[in-house]
């Protein structure tokens, strides 16, 4: 039984006014938090979720969590190799045996792969042992509140003071800084729209029910585009020379191509031409771990905009599923946070668009990194070096 309690249709509805509302922040914060309670009555909150609402308070905390996400200033095997732990492996293992019963429903059901739930699961709250200690109402009132990213969290509000007027969730409800509940680290809008109660006890527990969490999780994944049964990575080994600057993520061709230009399966052996299109990933550069991405490794960068994280769960997902280590080979020498600053710094003044000057290595730069390398002839695979810093 699904988690559709009647007030979904009329936040669906007015979602559509939502955008405009979800640019006003700033100002007067209890005269801010009037016009939020106003948006919450019209779309069906009554009086639970709207006294909830007017004891919600900033949590500065939260803010200079929002401003210091410097995990992702890692490399790719940095934070695979940590993320990728061998708790996580075993642990995971094992609870793909204690739910084999319930993972088959979500895979009959939804066709996500129990191996790709379980990831996920392990990545977000250590299968639910690590779920956050931030007030979750208070976290979404600060973010969507601060003038940073407010159309982000302001979407958020509403459906989470729904949840908490229905008794659905507590009014103090705690879980990740950026508003996120439960072992999945699932966000209001989706508790509300996917939540599915796996254990058939009357109601969607994301805290405490692993069958919820599965079935949950599995609706989420296919709601954001999964193709059922499809792989989503692949590791692979490039050649020495290819065309580089047809790899990336979003290149998409068919397998044959790859193995026309000399790539393989890890060990060697020629790669079997399975009828569908991947890109070719380099994280690290051309001689560094290599992996074909499917389709449906576009729903983890819909799950996580990082393309680390993505990476990560994804190869994670295949570890479960009963993938060898990936080989990290050996990439050529990177760039330091500072570095990567002043190329950032370049290439915005280039007229690229690298988002914030962060030293993180993020989509924007990795593609302008790639048009720069094309300009100065070389190798195409997003990858900073000190020659490339040099040379601009």
Request: proline fraction near 6%; include cysteine.
């Amino acid at each position: 039984m699904r988690l559709r309690v009647e007030i979904v249709a009329a936040l669906l509805v007015g979602a559509f006014a939502w955008p405009a509302a979800a640019q006003e922040c700033g100002g007067d914060f209890e005269a801010w938090k009037q016009g939020v309670a106003a948006e919450a009555k019209e779309a069906g909150v009554g009086a639970v979720g709207l006294d909830a609402l007017e004891k919600a308070a900033i949590d500065e905390k939260v803010l200079a969590r929002d401003r210091a996400q410097g995990v992702f200033a890692q490399t790719f095997t940095q934070f695979s190799n940590r993320m990728i732990s061998t708790y996580r492996l075993k642990q995971g293992a094992a609870n793909l045996k204690k739910y084999a019963d319930v993972f088959a429903r979500a895979d009959k059901e939804f066709g996500v792969q129990p191996a790709v739930i379980t990831a996920f699961w392990g990545l977000e709250t250590d299968f639910g042992a690590v779920q956050g200690d931030f007030h979750t109402l208070d976290a979404l009132v600060t973010l969507s509140h601060d003038c940073r990213r407010p159309q982000l969290f302001r979407p958020q509000l509403v459906p989470l003071l729904t949840l908490i007027d229905r008794g659905v969730l507590p009014a103090d409800v705690q879980g990740a800084w950026a508003g996120e509940i439960g072992q999945t680290q699932i966000l209001p809008t989706d508790y509300l729209a996917r939540g599915v109660d796996g254990d058939a006890d009357g109601k969607v527990d994301l805290r405490n029910s692993a069958p919820d969490v599965i079935m949950t999780t599995a609706d989420k994944i296919l709601s954001r585009g999964w193709k059922r049964g499809q792989p989503w990575v692949e590791e692979v080994r490039v050649p020495d020379e290819m065309p580089w600057d047809q790899t990336g993520r979003t290149n998409k061709l068919p397998i044959s191509q790859w193995a026309e230009w000399g790539v393989t399966n890890p060990n060697g052996t020629p790669l079997v031409d399975n009828g569908l299109k991947a890109g070719l990933a380099l994280p690290m550069g051309r001689k560094g771990p290599a992996f074909l991405t499917y389709d449906n490794f576009d729903v983890y960068l819909e799950w996580n905009q990082s393309f680390t994280y993505a990476l990560t769960a994804a190869v994670l997902a295949t570890r479960l599923a009963g993938a060898p280590q990936f080989d990290p080979r050996t990439p050529e020498q990177g760039l330091n946070g500072d570095q990567m600053k002043a190329l950032q710094t370049k290439l915005e003044a280039k007229g690229y668009d690298v988002g914030t000057v962060d030293g993180i290595l993020g989509t924007n730069t990795r593609e302008a990194i790639r048009k720069e390398q094309m300009r100065l002839g070389l190798p195409v695979d997003g990858w900073p070096t000190p020659e490339l810093l040099a040379r601009l």
